[in-house]
C-alpha cells in the first residue's frame, strides 16, 4: 500500500529541469516548454495586432493597461541611454514583455496540473502539456545570447571593431593586458550565465513552489502564492530587460576598459534602482 500511495503522489505531482517531449513533428521534438513560448507569442502578437488597429490619441482603459510597460520602461531607457534610446527601446521593451508574457502563461489555469501519462525509470508520472518558458534553461539560455549578441553588437556600432577589442582586450595601463584581457574575457561570457542562471532559477522554483502548494493544501491557500509570483514574475522580467539596457549602455560608452567591477556594480544598481523595496 505504502508503495501504491508513493506511485499515485508521483503521478500527481512531476517537476523535470529540463523540458519534455509531447510529440515529434519530423525530427523536430516539441516540447512542453516550447508550447508555452508559443502561447506567449501569440498572446504578444495579437495584442500588438489590436493596438495598430485599436489605438487612440485618448487611450481608454485597455490601451492604458497595455501602454503603461510601455511607457515605464521607455522612460527608464530615456534616462539611462540619451539620446539613443529610440534605438536601444525596441529590443529591450522585446525582451521585457516576452519574458513577463512567458512567466504569466505558468500562472494560467491548467499550466503544470493537466498532462500526458508518462512512464520514466519506470514509475508513472504526468508531463505538464504547457509549462513557463522561462523555466527551461533552454529558454532563458537563448535569451541570454540574444541579449549578448545585443550588448556586442551596440559595443561595435559604436566604438567600431577596433575600439571595441581595444576595450576589451588592451588593458590600461599597457603593461597589464596579459593579467587582464583573461578577466575581461571571462567577465563578458559570464553575463551570459548571469541572466540565464538567474531568470532559470527563480522561474523554476515558483513552479517548484506552486506544484508542493497545489498537492499539500486547499485550492484556496495556492491563491496567495499565485499573487507573489505574479509580482515576481514582473520582477524578473524587468531585472534580466534593465540588465541587458545596461549592459548595451556600458558598451557603446566607451569608458576606456571599464570592464571592472566599478561598472559591473553599476550594472546591478542600476536594475535594483527600479525593482520595488524587499524584491530583490
Known sequence: MPEEAAEAGESLIH???????????????VTNSMI?????????ASLAFWASRNSAVVPRRF?????????FLADIVRAQSGSRWRAILPPVLTIFLLVLVANYVGLLPGVGTVGLHVVEDGHEAVAPIIRPASADLNFTLALALVAFVLFVGWGIRAN???GYLKETFVANPPYMTPLMTPIHIVSELSRIIS???????NVFAGEILLAVMLALTFAIVPVAFLGL???????????FALLTLTYITLATAGH???HDEEH???AHDAADAALPAGAH
Open 195 to 201: 541572466l540565464s542562471m538567474r531568470l532559470f532559477g
Open 229 to 239: 509570483e505574479m509580482i515576481f514574475g514582473a520582477v524578473q522580467a524587468l531585472v
Open 63 to 71: 490601451q492604458s493597461v497595455l501602454e503603461f510597460p510601455i511607457e
Open 256 to 258: 576606456g576598459g571599464g
Open 264 to 266: 559591473e556594480s553599476a
Open 160 to 162: 567600431g571593431v577596433r
Open 36 to 44: 508555452g513560448t508559443l502561447i506567449a507569442t501569440v498572446v504578444l
Open 15 to 29: 517537476v523535470a529541469i529540463k523540458a519534455e517531449t509531447l510529440f515529434h513533428i519530423g525530427p523536430i521534438a
